[in-house]
């Protein structure tokens, strides 16, 4: 592990929940980028064909961030601290940075982990919730570099789901979006008649799709912001997903009045890596020669 620590260029990973990401390194410099757009059915077997695509040679160093078969990590936890496991996967062998896990509520993070070093490392004295929107989106507390909490819900998931129900396409009105959420964070438990509602909607093509999309939008963030309101209700705030996946949260919590930082997520997993990859650097060489 030291030889392989010690040498110059290396390869940064990151499996992530639609792509795989590969950065050939030179020290902190970006050499060149990969990317290959996910399978969705097994993270290593995806990390394997992008290292054969990208033609990553067997001898160089990698560190990848997403395989869940880096044990997660119990929570409260810093990711400064995290400690790579060396994985086999012929004819090479990462390292892999752990997810996190939670007990009460029961959460699990596999790819994000890098995301959020990465945030702390370019934001070091950071407090408040950091957002990390997808299938499954995490609401981390963090104080003192240390995530001490999270909260994970499947609104993203739900609604491209019932979008596909309800045949509508990615554009969505934000208006009827923020009229939505209003309505749930009011009344949440009338959120299943409210879906209820969008389905005669459509049936009967009383409203346009922006619409629809926008209120379908809407309900289920008005939900999932009420469940998670002692995450962002007085808190400095963080986003950190593609424009795509932001904008629906952008726009629920900005009708809340709230201010939310955006970050880019290929760029905050990279910060992660690199840091990470200093961090196994300092220590190698602050080790003592073997006698």
Request: charged share 15%; proline share 7%.
């Amino acid at each position: 592990m030291c030889s392989a620590h010690s040498q110059h260029n290396w390869t940064a990973a990151w499996v992530g929940e639609n792509e795989v990401t590969l950065w050939t390194m030179s020290a902190r410099q970006i050499v060149q980028r990969h990317s290959m757009t996910r399978s969705q059915s097994d993270a290593q077997q995806d990390l394997l064909t992008a290292l054969h695509l990208a033609e990553v040679a067997a001898r160089n160093p990698i560190l990848v961030c997403g395989l869940p078969q880096a044990a997660a990590v119990e929570v409260p936890a810093k990711p400064a601290e995290l400690a790579p496991v060396q994985l086999d996967l012929p004819p090479w062998q990462p390292l892999a940075l752990p997810g996190l896990r939670q007990k009460n509520p029961l959460a699990l993070m596999q790819s994000n982990t890098a995301q959020i070093g990465g945030f702390l490392a370019l934001n070091p004295k950071w407090d408040g919730v950091i957002c990390l929107p997808g299938t499954v989106t995490h609401w981390v507390q963090v104080s003192a570099a240390e995530v001490v909490s999270f909260q994970s819900t499947l609104s993203s998931g739900l609604q491209a789901a019932l979008a596909q129900h309800l045949s509508v396409d990615g554009t969505w009105s934000e208006s009827a979006l923020k009229d939505a959420v209003a309505e749930t964070m009011s009344r949440p438990e009338r959120l299943a008649a409210r879906l209820a509602e969008l389905h005669a909607n459509h049936q009967l093509q009383v409203a346009q799709s922006p619409e629809i999309s926008g209120r379908l939008w809407g309900y289920l963030l008005g939900a999932e912001l009420s469940a998670a309101r002692p995450y962002w209700l007085g808190q400095n705030l963080a986003l950190i997903g593609s424009d795509h996946q932001a904008a629906p949260y952008l726009a629920a919590l900005s009708a809340q009045g709230l201010p939310v930082t955006q970050a880019d997520p290929a760029r905050m997993a990279l910060e992660g890596l690199i840091a990470a990859w200093r961090r196994l650097n300092d220590k190698t060489n602050a080790e003592p020669p073997a006698t």
